[in-house]
Nanobody, 123 residues
Framework: QVQLVESGGGLVQAGGSLRLSCAAS????????MSWFRQAPGKERQFVAA????????NYADSVKGRFTISRDNAKNTAYLQMNSLKPEDTAVYYC????????????????WGQGTQVTVSS
């Protein structure tokens, strides 16, 4: 089993920045693909970004490219999502997720999830 705990959410003005963290335990962290998803009220859960176990490969949703950066520190068993130039439409609950081997954008292909952290961007 893998346990994931997110932190770093909050309220920020449009144009501001936040950094989310996801601490993992229960498995060898470097074997896990780590991803971030988000879900706004009344909407489906949406892929945001993913990073490979080594950190050498990343994938981003078009809506966040150039503004968000996903990274990981395998020595600390932690993944990060640096969010810059935030927009009101980025408001959502952000979830950390993990899976084996391959980067995927479909939430149904991720067996491990955190509890979520709220990000609210005011205009």
């Amino acid at each position: 089993q893998v346990q994931l705990v997110e932190s770093g959410g909050g309220l920020v003005q449009a144009g501001g920045s936040l950094r989310l963290s996801c601490a993992a335990s229960g498995r060898t962290f470097s074997t896990l693909v780590m991803s971030w998803f988000r879900q706004a009220p009344g909407k489906e859960r949406q892929f945001v970004a993913a990073v490979s176990g080594s950190g050498g490969s990343t994938n981003y949703a078009d809506s966040v490219k150039g503004r968000f950066t996903i990274s990981r520190d395998n020595a600390k068993n932690t993944a990060y999502l640096q969010m810059n130039s935030l927009k009101p439409e980025d408001t959502a609950v952000y979830y950390c997720a993990a899976r084996n081997y391959y980067l995927r954008t479909n939430a149904q292909e991720y067996p491990y999830w955190g509890q979520g952290t709220q990000v609210t961007v005011s205009s």
